[in-house]
């Protein structure tokens, strides 16, 4: 009868161990949702994968992020408008330019920026649902600096596209308050960002204003 015990102990531990680890997996498939079948793919299986996951999890909540007040949300909202009056002359700068918007505010957010694998992976625990955006943005970006010859206004347009729901979200305050107007701007042509750009766009005698208004980006 002892060892039939033993043997009952024993099978009860490892149906509890392995009940454990699917409830694990199944939070961290839940959490990072698209991001976490990709990261399989990359890592090459689910054990690795799920401790990238979990130690990306991990410096994430050792960051110090702290929300933009109601005057930061509005001059980044500001440099927006420029970037984008900007896109239909010169879709590859206002691109750049949208990459480099990106990563100011999340500077003064608190998220690391020095390397773009790790500004990646940071955003991708806050806005997992945004990461692939970010992903394919950046890289649509990168290829274009290159002179990519695949890189046509197509692409362009869906890189800024993605940078623009990652920045939009990225200007989310405590109070859950966005950017309203831009919720409908995927499906966006040449004519409507201009519009769209052309409505707020302040007025000035400065002939290249882009370059003037970045000055300002630092609080």
């Known amino acids: 009868m002892t060892w039939l015990l033993i043997v009952a102990i024993v099978v009860v531990l490892v149906v509890g161990a392995v009940l454990y680890m699917q409830k ?3 939070a961290l498939k839940e959490q990072f949702g698209p991001e976490y079948d990709r990261v399989v793919e990359e ?13 990306r999890t991990k410096r994430h909540d050792a960051l110090e992020l702290v929300e933009l007040d109601a005057e930061a949300r509005d001059r980044y909202a500001g ?4 970037v984008q009056a900007g896109f239909v002359d010169d879709p590859t700068r206002a691109v750049a330019e949208a990459d480099a918007l990106v ?20 955003v991708s625990v806050d806005h997992p649902e945004l990461a692939e955006n970010y992903r394919v943005a950046h890289a649509i970006h990168v290829r274009g600096a290159d002179g990519a ?12 596209q993605r940078y623009r729901s990652l920045f ?10 966005d950017a309203e107007d831009d919720e409908n701007d995927d499906d966006m042509d040449d004519d409507e960002l201009r519009d769209d750009a052309q409505q707020t766009v302040p007025t000035t005698t400065n002939p290249n204003p882009l370059e003037e208004s970045h000055r300002d980006l630092q609080p």
């Open 149 to 160: 010859e695949d890189v046509d206004i197509d692409g362009l347009r869906e890189a800024f």
């Open 168 to 177: 939009d979200e990225l200007l989310v305050d405590a109070d859950g308050l």
């Open 43 to 55: 890592q090459g299986g689910r054990r690795s994968a799920e401790a990238h996951l979990r130690d």
């Open 24 to 26: 694990r997996s199944a």
């Open 103 to 122: 990563e100011h505010v999340m500077r003064e957010r608190g998220y690391p920026v020095d390397e773009w694998d790790e500004r990646f992976e940071m």
């Open 79 to 82: 440099h927006w408008t420029l």
